[in-house]
């Protein structure tokens, strides 16, 4: 079994930034790719960016070069870095992986949601 867990979501002033942590745990073998999504009222969850194995990422137009995703690979932690936050980024933030807890085990799992509110 994999759990994510992430924090740091809150409200900030439109221009403000703020960092998102997911942490995974229980039995990992091996991280194939971690993604955050978002999802806002009334709307479709959608991806905001995302990095896999070899440290290759892929961003959503609407917040390239405002946000970027990073990770700690002993930690078992993906990060998102939020800059120059519209009211617009306003929304529940999720954590995703793709884990494989052995050869042949693969989990799919999401995080609680943190929610992010951009707002004056």
């Known amino acids: 079994q994999v759990q994510l867990v992430e924090s740091g979501g809150g409200l900030v002033q439109p221009g403000g930034s703020l960092r998102l942590s997911c942490v995974a745990s229980g039995s990992i073998f091996s991280i194939v790719a971690m993604g955050w999504y978002r999802q806002a009222p009334g709307k479709q969850r959608e991806l905001v960016a995302s990095i896999n194995s070899g440290g290759s990422t892929n961003y959503a137009d609407s917040v390239k070069g405002r946000f970027t995703i990073s990770r700690d690979i002993a930690m078992n932690t993906v990060y998102l870095q939020m800059n120059s936050l519209k009211p617009e980024d306003t929304a529940v933030y999720y954590c995703?992986?793709?884990?494989?807890?052995?050869?042949?085990?693969?989990?799919?799992?999401w995080g609680q949601g943190t929610r992010v509110t951009v707002s004056s």
């Open positions: 995703n992986g793709k884990i494989y807890s052995s050869i042949t085990t693969y989990y799919d799992p």
